[in-house]
């Protein structure tokens, strides 16, 4: 489909880009045919830009829905930063502040007003809305409409009477994550009435997906962050303790770094958003809440500690990894103890719930289905992008992705694996199976510890047969057994494990096993597009465009990726254009971010000391 002319002018005068995502450009087409739309798009795949840009062509103004305070913000900045007239109505201003907006808003000044979905429904502000004549809503996030999402909110249902209010009104769902079940979900929800589905491809090309067996949680993460140092990278824990205790260990080894969970005071919250948004720290420690608010482009790392527990939120928790396109890494830490830990909160949550029996066994079934799918993916040897592809119902349609520990070659199959699978069977057979991971483990090593001198086992055939491995080693291939099938174990809050018809086969030689053997991190190997990403830029030039991109936000109080993102300071760095105009053609330069910062970027690329810029 041609570009529309309106939008290709607006596109390069605003935004310094030449062109739209297919995708993009029909769901620009569909707003402005006043056509309801589901957009299905990957984080980072520029679905705002389909809500920012059609309300420009006509002079209108838009509404977006978005949950997050902290997103409006960062979107606001961003927009300000280049001259459209946006702005937010939000818990956290002033009566002042928000009595200003609603005067730009009714003196038809704004093109875009963001707000969360309880204060356009509570406050008033549809009545206002009904009065400017508004013709077009976005709903980002749209996946918390709907039951059968991974993040849903009660909150979002009320955005059904948007239809009975504005009958007129076309209505724009976006979402990163929906499978087939939610998208329709979200549909009904809605009542969208003939929609335009759009859903893009879920792959991220630009993400490298490894999963390390996890050993020593505190050591495998500094290894990792190693390889970004100086790098934005998110850390992800399961629990406050986990979060504040590897913060520390992060901090105690020079890492810019601080913990970010619910149990903290919301101000201490907003100062590490804030920070982390500002790079005045490289690295946030957090459970799955941090993130959520930001809308950093240049976050070059992403690390759970722990198995997520469905696949809907490690594609949007990863995909908070390399949102301007550049190349970003996502390594998952795994034990099959998570899943464990899992199934009993799971169990428990539906317990406490309150929920009647035939609910509460739909509910943890649900949550079960989801966090199985999770764990074959990190325990199957196949390409992670063709997992996740496959999980979305999408086919990845290349025999190798290059950029993922599978496809990189990465993951190596431990010398003599059936013969180490049988040590281990042997020696819960020797125990009666009446023993968990950990005491089998010591048993293995030849470790005389109290409970296995209490019990006597050093006296058993096994005791010391793999004297040669380390205590997390171990326990991590009873794990890779449990996770094939291999052991099984009971529940309770103190499973003990056992044996099961498949041991037997091992035992008896009738089934070969492949264990996978725990790599040194460093070992990971660079991507393609990661060296694509580098080729031709001026590295010096780039650090220095990047430092000051900090300054300049500092003095504007914005976080940095606000002023220029890291691809647009990578284009400048390449090109070295030596001319306004020439800085125009360089990708995410503007006509207002070439008045606002030309000067002072033609002269870093110059060598000279920068302009002042206000």
Known sequence: ??????????????????????????????????????????????????????????????????????????????????GYPAAALHSGLSAAERGKIRDRLAAGELRLLFTAPERLVNTGLLDVLVRVGVRRFAIDEAHCISHWGHDFRPEYRQLALLRDRFPDASLHAFTATATPRVRDDIVGQLSLHGPALLVGTFDRPNLCYRVVPRTDRGGQVLEILGRHRGAASIVYCISRKETERLASRLAAAGILARPYHAGLDQSERRRTQEAFARETIDVGVATVAFGRGIDRSDVRLVIHTALPTSGEAYQQETGRAGRDGLAAECVLLYSSA???????????SATEAELEPDEAAALVAGQLEHLHAMRRYAQSARCRHAALSEYFGQIYPHAACGACDVCLGETDALPEATVTAQKILSCVARVEQRFGVRHVGEVLRGARTEGVLRHGHERLSTFGLLAALDQRTVENLVHQLLDQELLQRSGGDRPVIGLNERSWEVLRGRRPVVLLEPRVGSAARPTRIEADDWQGVDRDLFERLRSWRRRVADARGKPAWTILDDKALRAIARERPASPAALLRCRGIGEKRLADFGAAILDLVAGRPPAEVE
């Open 1 to 82: 489909m041609p570009l529309d002319p309106r939008v290709a002018d607006l596109l390069q005068r605003w935004w310094g880009f030449d062109r739209l995502r297919p995708l993009q450009s029909d769901a620009i087409a569909a707003a402005l045919a006043g056509r309801d739309s589901l957009v299905v798009m990957p984080t980072g795949g520029g679905k705002s830009l389909c809500y920012q840009l059609p309300p420009l062509v006509g002079d209108s103004t838009d509404v977006v829905i978005s949950p997050l305070v902290a997103l409006m913000k960062d979107q606001v900045d961003a927009l300000e930063a280049i």
């Open 338 to 348: 998570d899943v464990f830990s899992w199934e009993s909160l799971i169990r428990k």
